[in-house]
């Protein structure tokens, strides 16, 4: 076995103990001696022997248990709560799905790959996800299926010679208006075509704490037959199988969907959630969803940005949502001697951007009062006199 590159970067691949598996997987792949085209495993051995998968995985395993890997797939998730609120805040409505995966998942398996069966990972975590185009893309699909199944479905429809057919640009579709493109409206009894934005943005999907793979295989009888260009071998069963591993996100994964509408375009709420109900439990998301992959199980809908939660095994992966309140309590919760300046002071001005009611104030009014009545600052008297001033002018907190 040997890494096809200078001697540096071949040491730094088998020290890449702590790094990123995308990265691994798509440019460090070691090769055979034997066979310089193929993939090896651990051993030497290329993918014919049927354990270079088995390779991927191990190596998945041992990149994954990194701590470090676990906080900046929280921090994604603040980021994204972050995004959120801040869009929130500009008439923007949150939905929210967390689903879990009912059977494994297959994410980019078109991609380009040595082994060529390939995997979408996230660039930066080198764990899996689902690119917010893909979540678009199967909720479109699910819209469109919607529209085939309603009762109205010949306001939507035209037909040729080839058959009858869904007009995407017909405002009534509501295509136009969720995702965006041709739409059609009438000025003065003309008939125009114009481009739309779509009114919904939508978010990629990441699990909710890191997720394990799966080794999962097809094995086409036929190949014999398939590959025979001059058509003389029958697809009898007697050929021999072609067993093809590849890597898949076990069930059991929890992934967070998230989506945002403009709030002055309430009537897409719920055909938005219908067909995001649909593509996640009925349809599926990813590769090979006619025999059943990439189903999931809706656990929650709600329109929360605290919706989520981490589980009992690995809470530092999704942290919970705060509002304005919550976090000021949280980042006193924290506060000690030669911290008080800073936080106390971003408290206090934050306290008018923030907090809209004269209660909220008087909470954390109080709460910093009685921080800085604690025996820990008992010698901070002249700083606890200075704060305690500001915050009974910010929250008309009495005097006493």
Known sequence: MFYPYSKELQDAARLF?????????NKLIPLNN???????????????KGKVVQYYESKYNEL???????????????????????????DYEIINFKAELKSPLITGIGQPHPNEVGMVFDHTMGIPYIPASSVKGIVRFAHMLELIESDNLSDYTDSNKDGEYIIESNLKTLIPAIFGGDADEEKKGKKKTKKLKGKVIFLDAYPNKVSDLHVDIMNPHYGDYYSDEKGETPPADYLDPTP??????????VFTFKALVSKNSDFLLKPLKTAF?????????????????????IQSDANKADNFSAGEQDKVAVPKAHTPVEKMLKNLDSLNNTEIGRILGEIVNNMEKELKTVE???????????KLETKAFKKLDRKKDRYLSKLIEHSNMPND
């Not at 034997?34 to 014919?48: A, L, R, S, T």
């Not at 909220?360 to 009685?370: C, G, S």
């Open 64 to 90: 994954k248990t990194n701590g470090t890997l676990r906080k900046m797939l929280a921090e994604k998730h603040e980021s994204q709560e972050q995004y959120c609120a801040i869009l929130k805040k500009a």
């Open 360 to 370: 909220d104030k008087a909470v954390i009014a109080k709460a910093i009062k009685e």
């Open 277 to 297: 109900q649909k593509a996640l439990e009925d349809e599926g998301v990813g590769a090979k969803t006619a025999v059943g992959y990439g189903r999931f199980e």
């Open 34 to 48: 034997e066979n310089k085209c193929e993939p090896c495993d651990e051993q030497g051995n290329d993918k014919k």
């Open 244 to 253: 093809i591993k590849f890597l898949t996100v076990k069930p059991g994964t």
């Open 17 to 25: 103990i702590k790094g990123n598996f995308s990265l691994w997987l």
